[in-house]
């Protein structure tokens, strides 16, 4: 990583690689582009955590319903991990002439890597990719994450239940993770997850939160430019 390219942590969600109509691949046919213009024009370096969206659920929900009894929290996270890492290895593929020709999904590793695009999946249980983000950050010396979810930006509560909730501009990591607890449960769905926020916190970390579907606005975060979602410090 000594080729002087400014190098960027992205957390692409799920969600947006595999909503719940299946494989998005209008979405990643732009994603395609935007990255290699990014790579090519800007000269920029990205490591790309990929999360397992519907599939996730999808996978939990057979095991439950078929087992047609609880599934301890270790197995469902199993199922999330290996669905991270199918998405990975699309997203992989796709990128496979500018990639690292590894997926990393073992952290205890730090690899020698010069490929201007990087992906990585889950690891094991008990980590989502969002902390799997964080790590790379503390791995490869970078102070930075964008978080590409669905939504616009992190609200003070939840939007869907509560329609007085505020959307967060600017907001500390010790007053985030008042909102989003401190524990970790499979298949959650948060804007950046409380385990992960707590190793941000602890590294000084900051993480911007977007709505990946909308690559101007990520442009604009990329470039250090007022955007639409949430930074959290």
Same mark, same amino acid.
């Given at each position: ?98 990639? #690292? ?54 609200y003070d ?29 499979p298949g ?12 941000? #916190? ?32």
């Amino acid at each position: 990583m000594s080729d002087g390219r400014d190098t960027f942590v992205l957390s692409l969600g799920g969600s947006l690689v595999v909503p719940n109509g299946g494989i998005d691949t209008q979405f990643l046919s732009d994603f395609n582009k935007f990255i290699r213009k990014q790579v090519s024009s800007q000269k920029r370096r990205f490591f790309i955590v990929v999360g397992g969206g519907a599939t996730t659920r999808q996978y939990q929900e057979a095991a439950r319903v078929v087992k047609n009894q609880k599934i301890e929290d270790i197995d469902l996270d199993w199922l999330g991990i290996h669905a991270t890492r199918l998405n990975a290895q699309l997203v992989r593929t796709i990128f496979q002439d500018i990639a #690292d020709p590894r997926v990393i999904k073992h952290y205890e590793i730090i690899l020698k890597v010069e490929a201007p695009v990087v992906i990585a999946a889950g690891w094991k249980p008990g980590w989502s990719t969002d902390y799997c983000a964080i790590t790379l950050c503390q791995d490869y010396g970078i102070k930075s994450a964008i978080n590409m979810t669905n939504v616009d930006q992190v609200y003070d509560k939840d939007p869907k239940k509560f329609p007085d909730a505020k959307p967060l501009i600017n907001v500390s990591w010790k007053k985030y993770r008042a909102i989003a607890g401190d524990k970790w449960i499979p298949g959650m769905n948060l804007p950046f997850d409380p385990i992960a926020s707590k190793l941000a #916190d602890e590294l000084g970390v900051t993480v911007k939160i977007l709505n990946g579907k909308n690559l101007e606005n990520l442009a604009r975060a990329l470039d250090g430019k007022s955007f639409t979602g949430t930074t959290i410090v």
